[in-house]
């Protein structure tokens, strides 16, 4: 009875952690995107200085920052074997964000897109961007920056319809239209 007992046991605690295991690797995915998106959208716009935006650009009249509004997209993160958020030290995406300012539309908005790196083993996340410079391509800084596997996915990849709509009504939402 007790041999018994024990193998129903042994046999339940190897499901549990089955499960967990698989659960915590297929939730992976979309805890890289929440971390992605909730860095980015926490980052004040001042701090964005790429795609040639300066914070200038961005209307003063507001007593504080308008929010940013991000649609992501991952390509993958390192160690690739991770199964949960903690072991990932690096995320590479794409990013399109909006500056929400108070009724300004989308297609005026100030926006900061392409390409990035993500360094999880700081705090706040170090945001690498990838830009072109006088003496590099873009192709060939992505190429530069990114692994082979991620640098030819960003190079046809960027944000999913569904991703895209969704940016769109959430920046709508905080512009206030």
């Known amino acids: 009875m007790e041999v018994g007992l024990l193998a129903v046991s042994i046999g339940a605690v190897a499901l549990v952690t089955s499960t967990y295991s698989t659960t ?7 805890q890289v995107l929440t971390q992605l998106r909730t860095t980015l959208e926490q980052t004040d716009p001042a701090l964005h200085h790429h ?39 690096t995320i590479y995406g794409f990013h399109l964000c909006g500056i929400a300012e108070t009724q300004r539309p989308w297609d005026w908005a100030v926006k900061l897109a392409g390409p990035l790196i993500m ?37 046809t990849e960027a944000l999913a319809a569904s991703e895209m709509a969704d940016l ?10």
């Open 24 to 30: 915590a690797s297929a939730d992976l995915p979309a």
């Open 51 to 89: 795609a040639g935006h300066t914070a200038e650009q961005i209307s003063t009249e507001e007593a504080e920052n308008p929010p940013v509004i991000c649609g992501v997209h991952a390509y993958g993160h390192e160690p690739a074997q991770a199964t949960t958020l903690a072991d990932v030290h």
């Open 119 to 155: 360094d999880m083993t700081t705090q706040p996340p170090n945001i690498q961007v990838v830009e072109a410079t006088a003496e590099i391509s873009y192709v060939d800084r992505l190429r530069q920056m990114l692994p082979h596997k991620y640098a030819e996915l960003a190079l």
């Open 168 to 177: 769109r009504r959430r920046y709508d939402s905080a512009a206030g239209l």
